[in-house]
């Protein structure tokens, strides 16, 4: 069965820090990978999902994140923090024919001053 | 295009009570996923519907059903409500013709509180 894990439930960066959240999952076939953002009182909105046309993946809002097999990790980064991107991120997985997404516990980021 | 569309958007209902939730997909999506998000759980899969048929269901007691109409609406149903249910219920949209590895545009959920 696939699983997704998020390492540490916050995050903090400051203005113009380099944002990396970090996200490992466990597939036994290749799997879709997914990260979503959820801002206070919405639902979730897609950043960016990795179909295995490329490794490096880029996203909406200066988001990329990169599949490492060899690590079974997908983590999302972003060279320079907004104060905007302050929300909760969810890694997530999914897998052909499975009609389920799996999501990670996620990640809330804080961007200081 | 309209997103997705959930109702009501906040609920309180009391123990032993039922409640059904609404969701109306994107134009042109047919599948229709659930989640339950609460603070200690996360985001936490409950069903997924396709041409009125579910594919797939997560491991939730059968106090929990839904169902989908032929114009792809969906809704969900909680029976005997319990403290326990109070949560933010997220529905999702996809085309969900094939794999089941779509993108999933989400609703903004219903805040349901249990008395």
Not at chain 1, 4 to 21: C, F, K, N, W, Y
Not at chain 1, 51 to 60: E, F, P, Q, R
Not at chain 1, 75 to 100: N, Q
Not at chain 2, 65 to 76: L, V
Request: charged fraction near 15%; glycine fraction near 10%.
């Amino acid at each position: 069965a696939q699983s997704v894990t998020q390492l540490g439930s916050h995050v903090s960066v400051s203005e113009g820090a380099l944002v990396l959240l970090r996200c490992n999952y466990s597939s036994s076939v290749p799997p879709y990978l997914f990260w979503y953002v959820q801002y206070p009182n919405q639902g979730l909105q897609l950043l960016l999902k990795y179909t295995s046309a490329a490794t490096l993946v880029k996203g909406i809002n200066g988001f990329e994140a990169e599949f490492k097999k060899s690590e079974t990790s997908f983590h999302l980064t972003k060279p320079s923090a907004h104060m905007s991107d302050a929300a909760e991120y969810f890694c997530a997985v999914s897998l052909t024919g499975g009609f389920k997404t799996i999501f990670g516990a996620g990640t809330r980021l804080f961007v200081k001053a | 295009k309209a997103g997705v569309t959930q109702t009501p958007r906040y609920l309180i209902k009391t123990r032993g009570q039922q409640v059904t939730l609404s969701c109306s997909p994107i134009s042109g999506h047919r599948s229709v996923s659930w989640y339950q998000q609460t603070p200690g759980q996360g985001l936490q899969f409950l069903f997924e519907y396709f041409s009125e048929t579910q594919r797939n269901k997560g491991n939730f007691p059968g106090r929990f059903s839904g169902r989908q109409f032929s114009n792809s609406r969906s809704e969900m149903n909680v029976s005997t409500l319990e403290l326990g249910d109070s949560a933010l219920y997220l529905c999702a949209s996809s085309p969900g013709a094939t794999s089941g590895t779509d993108t999933q545009y989400f609703g903004p959920g219903t805040r349901l509180t249990v008395l």
